[in-house]
């Protein structure tokens, strides 16, 4: 995989980059200086981002401890010793956040990897955090995430690190045999006992209820199934190829109203002369000695340890396999004192990640908002598909307006959306529900006096038309002449 050296999204940060899918990376520092972990506190921190988040992969760091001459950097790969993994890891059923301590046995002198036990899982998100592991001096292990403690443990424990670091006293004796003659049943069936006389192995679990009757309008001659009336034979069906063709099966119509349908029998029920077969009763095996162990003898690799014996730290190195890209380190500290960590988390980190979590409430809210603007969408892609063109066209194009406003500005208040949907909703309902006025249907006048009804009818019909529009505004009717 290729390593890139860019921008984490969304501010100017950078950091070092996974770019691509599927690879393995690996990446080595060497200090100037080694790390001396057995004296006083040392903290251990890094960020991290899962830009496209992380479904199977590491990103963890493995601190290596001092290696062979002649050893280069390039060489780095998954064999190079390292005193310490620390990091998270999710892939399948693994989600945790590592903390893996390779510990030298004083006795054997080999290397053992021991592993926190229950540690942190990794946060689901894709912002940045921030993942420490604090050592203090008095064996205590502390882990944190973005500076909350998720985990406290300690190294000489067993119940906190599997394997433990000082092994156990004794150890089962591998050369020890169960003898032939060891009992380990603690029942035995009762030699004595006898089978009772009325004791019927043969008799059925279960037997006909002869109580039973035919329930009434039971229907003997119809059968469940029936075939279908309406199935027909394909016109392309080979008897030859394909078979003789039956119609397709469905449930008898007149079974559904009736009790039941075709022969009836009896139902079966339990029988109460049923015992089984006969068994002898158990009883406390005399010859019993329990579970057989072997012999506990003393551990040759067993060793007193007041505190772990820490190699240094030489080098920093991310060797991880990953499935995606988009995964960012940064701010890798080696400390010796909790408060420049914590300095470097509140000083680094969280402005950086406070500036993530405001994006991201920034894009939930315009998908939110995005949501309300389908609704105002609909209901003007329904005005414009009727035609309506008559009564809308004096709030169409603002109405446009605004909704195009509120697509670039997806910011835009609840308020002013509603507002919209009011006005066309008013509109709507006006023109569906106003009513209309019926037409006015005159009696012709006599033709002696059509000259004067005449004039009298413009008169009248001007002072109408005065009056009707000072009081509402005039409405689409239909002439009736």
Not at 3 to 13: A, F, I, P, R
Not at 146 to 152: P, V, Y
Not at 352 to 376: M, N, P, R, V, Y
């Amino acid at each position: 995989g290729v390593w890139k050296h860019s921008k984490s999204e969304g501010h100017e940060d950078f950091g070092l980059l996974v770019s691509e899918k599927a690879r393995k990376y690996a990446i080595v520092r060497e200090l100037e200086n080694e790390a001396d972990l057995k004296e006083g506190t040392t903290v251990l921190q890094f960020e991290t981002r899962l830009q496209n988040g992380l479904e199977c992969g590491g990103a963890y760091l493995k601190y290596l401890r001092p290696q062979e001459a002649g050893w280069v950097a390039k060489e780095f790969d998954n064999d190079s010793p390292y005193s310490i993994m620390f990091g998270p890891d999710k892939c399948g059923g693994t989600n945790k956040v590592h903390f893996i301590l390779k510990h030298k046995n004083p006795k054997s002198g080999e290397y053992v990897e021991h592993h926190l036990k229950f540690p942190p899982s990794v946060p689901s998100d894709k912002l940045t955090h921030v993942y420490t592991a604090i050592m203090k001096p008095d064996n205590e292990l502390r882990i944190l995430v973005d500076g909350e403690e998720k985990k406290k443990a300690n190294f000489l424990s067993s119940e906190d690190f599997e394997p433990a670091l000082i092994p156990a006293k004794t150890i089962p004796d591998p050369d020890d045999k169960k003898p032939e003659d060891w009992d380990e049943r603690s029942k035995i069936p009762d030699a004595n006992a006898v089978k009772p006389d009325d004791w019927d192995e043969d008799a059925p679990m279960e037997i006909e209820d002869v109580d039973a009757v035919k329930p009434e309008g039971w229907l003997d001659d119809e059968p469940e199934e029936i075939d279908e009336p309406e199935a027909s034979k394909p016109e392309d069906w080979d008897d030859e190829e394909d078979g003789e063709w039956e119609a397709p099966k469905i449930q008898n119509p007149k079974c559904e109203s009736a009790p039941g349908c075709g022969e009836w029998k009896r139902p079966m029920k339990s029988n109460p002369a049923y015992k089984g077969k006969w068994r002898a009763p158990l009883i406390d095996n005399p010859s019993y000695k329990g579970i057989w162990k072997p012999q506990e003898i003393a551990n040759p690799d067993y060793f007193e340890l007041e505190k772990p014996d820490f190699e240094p730290i030489a080098a920093v190195g991310i060797e991880i396999w990953t499935m995606q890209d988009g995964i960012l380190f940064d701010n890798i500290l080696i400390a010796k004192d909790e408060a420049e960590a914590a300095l470097h988390r509140e000083g680094l980190w969280k402005p950086k990640f406070d500036a993530e979590k405001e994006k991201q409430k920034a894009e939930e809210a315009a998908a939110t908002g995005s949501d309300a603007l389908a609704g105002i969408q609909v209901i003007d892609r329904l005005c414009l598909s009727v035609d309506w063109y008559a009564f809308h066209f004096p709030f169409r194009s603002p109405s446009l307006e605004l909704v195009e406003k509120a697509e670039k500005q997806p910011n835009l208040t609840i308020g002013v959306l509603v507002s919209i949907a009011v006005v066309i909703l008013t509109v709507f309902v006006k023109i569906i529900f106003g009513g209309k006025k019926a037409a006015k249907v005159e009696k012709k006048p006599a033709p002696a006096a059509a000259a004067t009804e005449a004039s009298s009818k413009e008169e009248s019909s001007v002072e109408k038309d005065e009056s009707t529009s000072t009081a509402a505004p005039r409405r689409r009717t239909t002439r009736r002449e």
